[in-house]
Nanobody, 125 residues
């Protein structure tokens, strides 16, 4: 499975971005997908997850109500809409696919088997 993340950039606090992650090499709808992020000097952390059919989503408390994960299985793409951005959201954002789970986007990194290269999101104050 290959994952290609895009859509990052520089935005002012309060602004919005939409990240995309295009997948290839596997039946996309059979994989739960997740977004993680890694800020400067921090561990990689869970942001959001989505089930294979898109019917179930899961969010970190820090982004609930501001970020929205979605997917388009016809396009083999998962999205992360980032609204009301804060400087503390600055990080490299990674998408990930599970080779084992379909029904829920779990928060643990160990549940994901394939990772994209990351896209930088920088939020200025």
């Amino acid at each position: 499975v290959q994952l290609q993340a895009s859509g990052g950039g520089l935005v002012q606090a309060g602004g919005s971005l939409r990240l995309s992650c295009a997948a290839s090499g596997r039946t996309f709808s059979s994989s739960a997908m997740g977004w993680f992020r890694q800020g400067p000097g921090k561990e990689r952390e869970f942001v959001a997850g989505i089930s294979g059919n898109g019917g179930s989503t899961n969010y970190a408390d820090s982004v609930k109500g501001r970020f929205t994960i979605s997917r388009d299985n016809a396009k083999n793409t998962v999205y992360l809409q980032l609204n009301s951005l804060k400087p503390e959201d600055t990080a490299v954002y990674y998408c990930a696919a599970s080779g084992r789970f379909r029904s829920f986007g779990w928060s643990g990194r160990e549940n994901y088997d394939y990772w994209g290269q990351g896209t930088q999101v920088t939020v200025s104050s």
